[in-house]
């Protein structure tokens, strides 16, 4: 039996691209995931949203996410030495990171696990594809998965 307390209410997307930001938010449209999903532009703000600073400080504390996906290419902060952080902070680390880029290097998919990713998946190029790859990360993630309570 799963404990739908334990379930990624909140997903965090990191992503640089307009209009894959687009292309995933319909996606997660289509899929029907039972969450509140929200988008930051780059590493740098990822790790403020996560942080609460800046424009997520107080009074703007955003709810911490069950999940994030993280692309890895970006401005500021790319994805890689955001997952660092992530991983390198007591109260952070606990939060499942699934890396959704574009890349297929396998230095990127060693460097990811060995980082701490909960998963590596490459975005596929046509949207029906993309469909089908959040479709069964929904199913894992919001059926599946058993998370531990959030602290």
């Not at 929200?38 to 709810?63: I, M, S, T, W």
Request: aromatic share 6%; proline share 8%.
């Amino acid at each position: 039996m799963t404990n739908d307390a334990n379930k990624p209410n909140v997903i965090v997307l990191a992503e640089d691209d307009a209009d894959d930001r687009l292309l995933l938010k319909d996606a997660v449209s289509e899929c029907h995931w039972p969450s509140d999903l929200r988008f930051v532009a780059d590493g740098q703000e990822l790790l403020d949203y996560l942080l609460h600073r800046g424009k997520y400080g107080p009074p703007n504390v955003p709810p911490r996410p069950g999940l994030i996906l993280l692309d890895l290419n970006m401005p500021k902060k790319d994805g890689r030495d955001a997952l660092r952080e992530i991983k390198s902070d007591a109260d952070l680390r606990r939060i499942p990171v699934v890396v959704l880029t574009t890349s297929q290097a396998e230095a990127d998919v060693e460097a990811m696990y060995g980082l701490g990713a909960s998963s590596f998946i490459p975005k596929p190029v046509r949207f029906e594809g993309l469909v089908n790859v959040l479709r069964v990360l929904g199913q894992y993630w919001f059926q599946t998965v058993t998370l531990p309570a959030a602290k």
